[in-house]
């Protein structure tokens, strides 16, 4: 048989191929004459085969036939056959099938073997597919490796111990040892994978970490002798020395110093030596310096130092690598809870970036945007936010609608602020706005007497018909130059007509034209508005009696929410909402409120409900879904709430959360160093609860929830419900989406209002709904980790 063409040949041979049908009819020659030579047994050009064999696997092609002659070469007495078989073997076997087990004891005998480069192949191939069967039976080998003298097979011993932990974690202990010894080794290389390992051991025991804790001295002095060092040619990159060691040691900083005191006061310095001493001209120096920004917001860092990284990230937006002003908006994204002042400096920055054309930078910047904004900068950032909206493509606007709402609605300086901002979002982001936008500003309209006139010269053509200020006849002008427009659509001709229909117990002198406009169109041959305007013309002729109470003025408009009373229109400073009317008892029985059921859910016989609900039209079972938050609660046939006494009085407080404040800035404006706590993890849905405490009113305590999603999918009608003891009061505003996006990309923001007045423990029980990969997901969690200064 002639001897099999060179593997460099077979690769020009490829090369020539003009269409994917050439080179696949090449492949295939190849193929069969390589199957041939393996039938044979030939050894002799045996690793020549599965060279070729293997090149054409990373091109895409089958070579499975191939896996047993990787074992032959594995078996061999030749260092080049050995180095193909090895390397056979990490491509084409892994633990799924039972043939890598027959390797073990090659494997075995190879890492007691006296070359050095021989031990170097069995330990890189047992570190790259070894099953946990194999590791159990080689990890003792391994670890007699790391004890070693030999440098070479130090650092591949300590790789390959990295991967035995995670198929075998309760083998651990066994490398601990000779761990510890690693760091003492001159090596870099040594030192690279020894750090490494350390990493993945705390990162898999909480024991391993309190252990390891008192390495950080150690680790400390390392970095220190890394960046003081001189030029060394070995190890420089760009002028900065081992960049690579420098990032790997402050990322096993950043997991040893977190939520410990006494190793963060000692990385302290180091870590302000590093941030200081770096060449940022270089992308080397970038990596090490945004590793070191993580690491100071990670620890228990001093604040002057985390000012100090802010400033970094501060720097890195001012970058022209788009990658890293993405990172530093994504860092200050992360940071900005916990320091909102020294985030706040970057403000004009981190609005530049709304302008990038980079749509990953765009949407950071955009969240980050509405994270910064606080009482004292609402009116220029939503100024920038409403330019950006503007301006933004359709992707952006969904998101940049619903923010606005939420920032608008918590810091409004004004209500005539408030509205003009509402309106001016209608009219740019039209179809893309929230659906329940235009009955939210309905609803603040009509608790805004005093704004009645201004709104109407603003929205005539949406609610002339209620609250008209303007002349009669411009009125009806208006309105039927809506009714004859040809840009009118059906519905908006029906609207106008009712609209023009009411108005004729208002006006006194224009009744006549009023009757002759809805006459006319008694006979549309648009159906609807013709049976609207034969109604009409009933009123008019037969029931003219009843035409004034038909058509009253609408009652203002209440705002339910899901738990807690009607909500109250917040505003900030300028105006003073209106008392919310208390009613007396009801003499009768009553319905179980839905909110009261709520407050009922963490229990107690000294719990009594503080607040009346708003009433609503379902019987006591309609708090069904809530009410199994405890799941021991009979939902059938719960018994009414017995009536209350009369001769009981009314807890005298204030109605609700937000009367009785000044006309002070309603929340504070700058963080009040509540740190935030992340409230649930758990499958890919993260809960994270940011504070806020009431400058005027120290018993209210606003509570933003923040979820997001790490899972590959979205998480769609998502529902987080909440109740508290009854000793608390607790309002939830309306989520800013029912989507939260996967990958991180985006988060549900929603506010939750809670009144303590004694001071008491914050406790609460939260419920969460949504749908996932085709399934209904629900679960429950309490959340007893409130820090004290939310509460106290």
């Known amino acids: 048989m002639p001897a099999p063409i060179r593997l460099r040949e077979l690769i020009r041979t490829i090369r020539t191929a003009r269409t994917q049908a050439e080179e696949r009819e090449m492949i295939q020659k190849e193929c069969a ?46 260092f080049t056959d050995k180095r193909i078989g090895y390397l056979g073997a990490m491509l084409l076997l892994d633990e799924r099938q039972d043939v890598h087990l027959l390797m073990t004891n090659c494997i075995k005998n190879d890492l007691n073997h006296s070359t050095q480069y021989v031990q170097g192949l069995a330990l890189c191939t047992l570190g790259c597919m070894g099953s946990s069967e194999m590791c159990r039976d080689l990890a003792g080998e391994v670890e007699k490796l790391l004890k070693t003298s030999n440098s070479y097979l130090r650092k591949k011993a300590a790789l390959c111990a990295v991967h035995v932990i995670r198929k075998v974690p309760e083998l651990m202990e066994m490398f601990l040892p000779a761990t510890k010894n690693l760091l003492n080794e001159k090596n870099h290389g ?77 990385m302290n310095d180091i870590l302000a030596q590093v941030a200081t001493n770096t060449e940022t001209s270089k992308n080397v120096g970038n990596a090490i310096l945004y590793e070191t920004v993580l690491t100071i917001m990670d620890i228990k860092s001093e604040s002057g130092l985390r000012v100090l990284a802010i400033n970094i990230l501060g720097r890195f937006l001012l970058n022209n690598d ?83 709402f939420l920032a608008a609605e918590k810091y409004a300086p004004s209500k005539r602020w408030h509205i003009d901002t509402i309106m001016r979002v209608l009219t740019t982001a039209g179809s893309y706005v929230r659906d329940d936008a235009v009955p939210n500003l309905i609803q603040l309209i009509t608790n805004s007497v005093e704004m009645h006139a201004y709104t109407v010269q603003r929205l005539y053509k949406a609610i002339l018909g209620d609250y008209s200020q303007v002349t009669e006849d411009e009125v009806l002008d208006i309105l039927e130059s809506v009714l004859i427009s040809n840009m ?188 935030s706590i992340t409230a649930y993890s758990k499958n890919g849905l993260k809960i994270e609860f940011t504070f806020e405490r009431s400058n005027t009113n120290p018993s209210v305590t606003v509570i933003t929830i923040q979820a997001s999603n790490s899972t590959e999918l979205d998480m769609t009608d998502f529902v987080f419900q909440a109740a508290v003891p009854k000793t608390f009061q607790l309002q939830l505003l309306s989520p800013s989406s029912s989507i939260v996006p996967a990958f991180n990309t985006g988060t549900i923001t929603q506010v939750i209002k809670v009144l303590n007045p004694q001071k008491q423990q914050l406790r609460m029980r939260i419920k969460l709904t949504y749908n996932h990969k085709g399934s209904a997901m629900q679960d429950l969690a309490e959340v007893n980790n409130f820090p004290p200064q939310s509460w106290q």
């Not at 030579?37 to 990373?58: G, I, P, Q």
């Not at 004009?348 to 765009?362: A, E, H």
């Not at 900068?377 to 909206?389: C, P, S, V």
């Open 190 to 266: 040594v030192l690279h994978t020894s750090v490494v390992l350390l990493t993945e051991m705390c990162e898999r025991s909480p024991d391993m970490l309190a252990h390891f804790r008192k390495l950080v001295p150690q680790l400390v002095r390392i970095l220190k002798n890394l960046i003081m060092s001189g030029y060394s040619p070995e190890h420089d990159v760009s002028g900065i020395s081992d960049p690579f060691l420098q990032v790997r040691i402050l990322r096993l900083l950043r997991i040893l110093g977190r939520n410990d005191d006494d190793s963060s006061e000692a």
């Open 488 to 675: 009118s659509t059906s519905v908006t001709r029906g609207y106008a007509l009712t609209a023009i229909m009411k108005l004729s117990t208002r006006f006194t002198c224009t009744v006549n034209r009023i009757k002759k406009v809805v006459s006319i169109y008694g006979s549309s041959i648009d159906v609807e508005l013709q049976q609207r305007a034969v109604e009409y013309n009933a009123l008019f002729k037969k029931y003219d009696h009843m035409r004034s109470a038909l058509l009253e003025r609408m009652p203002v408009m209440e705002k339910v929410t899901t738990n807690g009373p009607t909500e109250i229109v917040q505003t900030n400073g300028e105006t003073e909402p209106a008392p919310l009317e208390t009613k007396p008892p009801p003499s009768g029985p009553q319905p179980t409120s839905q909110a009261n059921d709520l407050l009922d859910l963490l229990g107690g016989n000294d719990i009594t409900p503080v607040i009346p609900t708003a009433p609503t039209s379902k019987p006591a079972s309609a708090g069904g879904e809530l009410l199994d938050l405890l799941g021991d609660i009979n939902l059938t046939g719960a018994p009414a709430a017995a009536p209350a006494p009369a001769s009981v009085p009314q807890i005298s407080q204030p109605p609700f959360l937000l009367d009785g404040l000044s006309s002070q800035p309603l929340f504070n404006d700058i963080a009040t160093g509540i740190p």
């Open 33 to 78: 004459a390589i199957r041939s030579s393996f039938r044979e047994e030939d050894n002799t050009y045996r690793c020549r085969n599965v060279a070729k064999l293997l090149y054409m696997h990373m091109l895409g092609y089958p070579a499975h036939f191939g896996q047993l002659e990787c074992l032959k070469l594995i078996a061999s007495q030749k």
């Open 322 to 404: 788009k990658n890293i002003r993405y990172v530093a908006l994504t860092s200050l994204l992360k940071t900005v809870q916990t320091d909102h002042n020294a985030v706040q400096r970057h403000r004009s920055t981190i609005v530049d970036c709304l302008k990038d054309l980079d749509v990953s930078i765009k949407r950071r910047a955009m969240e980050l945007s509405f994270a910064l904004v606080n009482g004292n900068n609402i009116r220029g950032m939503m100024k920038e936010l409403l330019y950006f909206l503007d301006s933004c493509e359709p992707e952006f606007k969904a998101d940049c609608a619903s923010g606005i």
